[in-house]
């Protein structure tokens, strides 16, 4: 799915869609994930060589992000084939996205040169995120500026960075935090414990970014709903079976109903993410391992339709569930989430000293 420009967006069966061309979207996300990946690695005694393959994709999808960004620190999404831009409106999703795989990537790049690259970019995009107003694209920055600013100490090779967060990431996660608590406050009661008032896409961003500020501000708060909503979406993303059922595209989930179709594996990866946060933060971690289990399972079989949504011979993740049956498509965000998943378990798996294997898919 990888060639020379970047990550194409669509595929075909398991074969890429070049009339589809690509996504700042998905280019960002691999960023994330081979970033994430190559540290699982690095702090892997057994891992004896540098990951070459995975070091070339970084510098491909940091190179798509450098030509991606706008003068003024937005990154433009879409592009054909050709590389050309299509046309668009900014889009705060987008930027958050990529504001949170620069983070990333500035500290767990093996490089010091895609450090300092991954950090530029993040330095000029942070600044357009003054703007935000859409809940999905606050959550990421609210993560970027927290981790950053909770792990400063690691950016000492890149001062005027490290500088630059620790000045300005306080006011944009004090501000950002607020805005989240304030969406929560504006649209949940006692019976809908949620930030909007639907259920749509990417759910599980909402608590994770407030887990993420916790460790930052130590807002007893920003604690108590990230718990709450995530406590929410579990209960809305399962049922008396005991496996997960994703808010469906088809009418998404709002106080009268929620679709069951048109699953997306983006939905199962992101309630991982939270879960992950939730182990680490609140008092019952067994609770939380035990869904973070549970959305491996949903990619293997353990779904509405008993079928397996990911291919764990070449690592592809199949684009979704609909009611006629497994969309056979292995696009880039699906395969993202596929192996992201995967990634969260094993790093949480080998955190507690057991083996990782299963599936087929060794880690």
Known sequence: MTDDTGLIEHALGNI???SEGYSTDDNARALWLVSEWQRLLA???ATTE???QLVRLSEIYLSFLEYAQQPDGHFHNNFAYDRSLEAEQPSDDCLGRALWSCAVASLTQPHPDSRFAAAMLFQKAFQAADTMNHSR??????SSASLLLARSNELSGIPEFQNFIRQEAPERVQSFEAKLLALFEQNSDTDWRWFEHAMTYGNGVLPWALFQSFQVTGNSDALLIANESLDFLIEKMT???GLIHPIGNQGWCTRKQCSRWDQQPLEVMKLAL???QAARLLSDPEKYLGILEKCRDWFYGANDLHAS?????DGGGRDGLEQQGVNQNQGAESTIAYLMTELICARTVKGKGEPVEKHGLTL
Do not use: F
Not at 137 to 142: D, E, Q
Not at 309 to 313: G, K
């Open 16 to 18: 890429p869609r070049r």
């Open 43 to 45: 702090d892997d005694p």
């Open 50 to 52: 540098e990951p070459v």
């Open 137 to 142: 694209g606050i959550a990421y920055v609210l």
């Open 239 to 241: 049922m008396a079976d």
């Open 274 to 276: 939270a879960a992950e």
């Open 309 to 313: 949504v990911a291919d764990a011979t």
